[in-house]
């Protein structure tokens, strides 16, 4: 069997493992917060395919998320549309953004396409602040539909958001074994260079944007059904944008592990954090992990790892 | 002499007022060692950045074997067969030397296998770098690294290669192992066009030399026609 194949049995056995968990119908907190934890792994591997593979940094994480739960919200409200088709929809309409902000590095680089993609967050808050039809500054209650399986919404959606999450890691990590993976790591090693080896540095990066903004999409598509109100200040909500970044840079952002094992870990911990201490502690948490990793492990739990065995 | 392989025709580039290159005109035939020399600031990387594409012209037309290439990005010139080295050496820091050359071999080198293993272990040990080809570009000296920057630009497979100051601040003997390698890959085949300050080195080995001053072609002719020229020697030493 081919490298593809078994890691697509190994996918179709975690969705397995999650549908096996959901019907345990144990404690509805593990799937409440389960699904948290999994939406980051969507999130922190959507955000390194652009930021950790190809090197630009996205600020503008909320941007995509929200719009991906706006779009949901949208449809919901407008034809009452069936969750699979949110999800998509969700994720296209964030793609399109993608490649948008893709064209913006054709003369934004470093920092200044950051800012950029931070602004971009910041513009489209104001604008659905002012959209009336999807709630506006006010918010939007959102009706989930009646008799879901595993007897609670929330414990579907766990099994959903697992599905989603295999999916995303999937596609980054054929992604990044693939001739697209091994163009990316030479632009972003070497912009310049790359482009005069052959590599067709904007096609890719246009795909990296372009995938990266559509699974950030994706994440957020399913999130009006899990907080059944949705309000501009908790869709674009600063969360996103650090722990997009903070996760991956935790775990490592070469491979598509580095922000499964951040996402785990720092999704778990802030769950953990929130429940014993205070749920305003979470950020600082976050943002003093990510110090120490930076300033200690610059190049993640993975670097590390593969310091101390010495290769 | 067939056509010539690279014609750049009347080249413009400026720089807001600036003219770094004026009019510029100049044909390097199939197979020729060509060298383009100048004092710092006349425009020779400028020129090789508009044929290699890094830069666009603002005028003229820059044709390579029979393709006009004035408006292709530069991996498209690439895979037509220009490649080049940097006068400041910008590998990919994050991979092996080897895997340094797959890039080009994957991308413009026509061998989409995972990184064509074998070619680039030929190509290292052509250039003489087999023995780095794990380590990381960090780890290379600075012959090493220029090594690395041809090494990568011969993995391109190209037809032109140029040669941006290789030399720069090596040593006499590092000088010479370099020159061999040029020599040994225009004995293959590879059009070459060498920039370069040392003049023992672009003397040797260019069969034609154009000198840039200012923007604007002044010389062009043999190693000995131009070291005989009293334009260049005027440019080079004022008046």
Redesign the interface.
């Known amino acids: 069997m081919t490298r593809m194949g078994w890691s697509v049995l190994v996918g179709i056995a975690v969705i397995a493992a999650g549908i096996g968990l959901a019907s345990l119908r144990v404690n509805p907190y593990v799937y409440f917060a389960g699904y948290v934890i999994l939406q980051y792994v969507v999130i922190a591997t959507a955000w390194n395919i652009l930021g950790g593979y190809a090197g630009y940094v996205n600020f503008g994480t909320p941007a995509f998320f929200a719009l991906g739960a706006y779009a949901a919200v949208f449809l919901i409200r407008s034809i009452k549309a069936p969750l699979p088709v949110l999800i998509v929809a969700g994720g296209l309409v964030a793609a399109l953004l993608g490649l948008g902000i893709g064209y913006l590095t054709l003369r934004l680089r470093g920092t200044f396409f950051s800012i950029a993609t931070l602004a971009l967050s910041v513009v489209l808050q104001t604008m659905i602040i002012n959209w009336e039809y999807v709630g506006g500054s006010r918010g939007i209650s959102v009706l989930r539909p009646s008799g879901p399986p595993f007897g609670s919404y929330v414990t579907f959606l766990f099994t959903v958001m697992v599905a989603l999450a295999v999916v995303a890691v999937l596609a980054a990590r054929f992604i990044e074994r693939s001739?697209i993976g091994?163009?990316l790591?030479?632009l972003?090693?070497?912009e310049?260079?790359?482009?005069?080896?052959?590599?067709?540095?904007?096609r890719l990066k246009l795909f990296a944007t372009t995938v990266s903004g559509f699974f950030l999409g994706v994440a957020g598509a399913p999130f009006p059904y899990y907080v059944t109100f949705v309000e501009p200040n908790s869709a674009f909500a600063l969360d996103y944008a650090v722990n997009a970044l903070a996760m991956p840079m935790i775990g490592g952002t070469?491979s598509w592990v580095g922000p499964v094992v951040g996402a785990v870990l720092l999704g778990t911990a802030s769950q953990v954090a929130t429940v014993t201490i205070s749920s305003e502690l979470n950020l600082l948490i976050v943002g003093v992990v990510l110090v120490a990793f930076v300033v200690l492990a610059p190049e993640g739990l993975v670097g590390l790892v593969r310091r101390l065995r010495g290769r | 002499m067939a056509n010539p392989l690279l014609e750049v025709d009347g080249v413009v580039k400026r720089f807001g007022g600036f003219t770094a290159l004026n009019r510029v005109t100049l044909h390097v035939k199939a197979g020729e060692r060509f060298g383009l020399i100048g004092p710092n600031g006349s425009g020779k990387t400028t020129l090789i950045n508009c044929v290699a594409g890094s830069l666009r012209a603002d005028e003229g037309r820059i044709v390579f074997d029979g393709t006009d290439v004035t408006g292709l990005p530069p991996h498209r010139r690439t895979r037509l067969g220009i490649a080049r080295s940097f006068q400041i050496p910008k590998p990919f820091t994050s991979m092996s030397v080897l895997d340094n050359l797959g890039i080009p071999l994957e991308y413009a080198g026509h061998a989409r296998s995972e990184g064509g293993g074998a070619e680039a272990r030929e190509i290292l040990k052509e250039i003489g770098l087999d023995a780095k080809a794990h380590l990381r570009p960090a780890g290379l000296t600075q012959i090493e690294m220029r090594k690395l920057e041809l090494a990568r630009a011969m993995a391109a497979r190209p037809k032109l290669l140029i040669s941006d100051e290789a030399m720069a601040g090596l040593s006499s003997a590092e000088v010479d192992d370099i020159l061999a390698i040029l020599f040994r890959l225009n004995a293959q085949g590879i059009t070459i066009i060498m920039i370069e300050h040392i003049m023992r080195a672009v003397m040797r080995f260019s069969q034609r030399v154009v000198v840039l001053d200012a923007g604007e072609r002044i010389a062009e002719g043999t190693p000995d026609e131009i070291v005989r020229n009293p334009a260049v020697e005027k440019a080079y030493l004022g008046e």
């Open positions: 001739w091994r163009g790591a030479a972003r090693d070497n310049e260079a790359a482009e005069c080896m052959g590599v067709p540095t904007l070469t």
